[in-house]
């Protein structure tokens, strides 16, 4: 465990790194996590096992558990918990053709502040999740989700 009181140019972890990354006060990073080049900001917790890419934002008191992967153009409020294996994706149609000839196109996923996401959901791109939502365990968000809802279900559903 790593306790952050500065930003980080560039750290190795036991089976982990963090590279060029804006790492605020008192957040709490765990061992064997890839970080590069994301901003997380102040008290929050970053789990084992979690990989965040270049662009992704993350906003104070945020937790985010194990397992865990949010990628570029991901941008989370404060006080937010992302649970156990929670997938956050940038892209609708992956495709390598697509990337190598500059068509790919990321989408960006925008979470709200006090949103939860529970374990194993996975967060489809181009999706805003509304303040104070929560998404249950194994939710597939597939569409935008309004202030204060409930979803649930393959394919979220609204409760």
Same mark, same amino acid.
């Given at each position: 465990?790593?306790?952050?009181?500065?930003?980080?140019?560039?750290?190795?972890?036991?089976?982990?790194?963090?590279?060029?990354?804006?790492?605020?006060?008192?957040?709490?990073?765990?061992?064997?996590?890839?970080?590069?080049?994301?901003?997380?900001?102040?008290?929050?917790?970053?789990?084992?096992?979690?990989?965040?890419?270049?662009?992704?934002?993350?906003? /104070?008191?945020?937790?985010?558990?194990?397992?865990?992967?949010?990628? /570029?153009?991901?941008?989370?409020?404060? /006080?937010?918990?992302?649970?156990?294996?929670?997938?956050?994706?940038? /892209?609708?149609?992956?495709?390598?053709?697509?990337?190598?000839?500059?068509?790919?196109?990321?989408?960006?996923?925008?979470?709200?502040?006090?949103?939860?996401?529970?374990?194993?959901?996975?967060?489809?791109?181009?999706?805003?999740?509304?303040?104070?939502?929560?998404?249950?365990?194994?939710?597939?968000?597939?569409?935008?989700?309004?202030?204060?809802?409930?979803?649930?279900?393959?394919?979220?559903?609204?409760?």
């Amino acid at each position: 465990m790593v306790k952050i009181d500065k930003t980080i140019e560039h750290f190795s972890l036991p089976q982990g790194v963090i590279r060029d990354c804006k790492i605020g006060k008192g957040t709490i990073i765990y061992n064997f996590v890839n970080l590069y080049e994301c901003e997380i900001g102040e008290n929050c917790m970053i789990g084992s096992f979690v990989e965040m890419q270049k662009g992704a934002k993350i906003g /104070d008191s945020v937790r985010v558990q194990s397992h865990s992967f949010v990628c /570029d153009g991901v941008e989370v409020g404060n /006080d937010v918990f992302i649970g156990h294996g929670v997938v956050f994706s940038n /892209d609708r149609r992956p495709s390598i053709v697509m990337q190598k000839t500059g068509a790919w196109k990321m989408e960006k996923t925008v979470v709200k502040n006090r949103v939860s996401v529970g374990n194993n959901a996975t967060i489809l791109p181009g999706i805003t999740i509304g303040e104070g939502a929560m998404i249950g365990a194994g939710c597939v968000v597939t569409k935008n989700i309004p202030k204060g809802a409930v979803v649930v279900g393959n394919p979220g559903r609204f409760l």
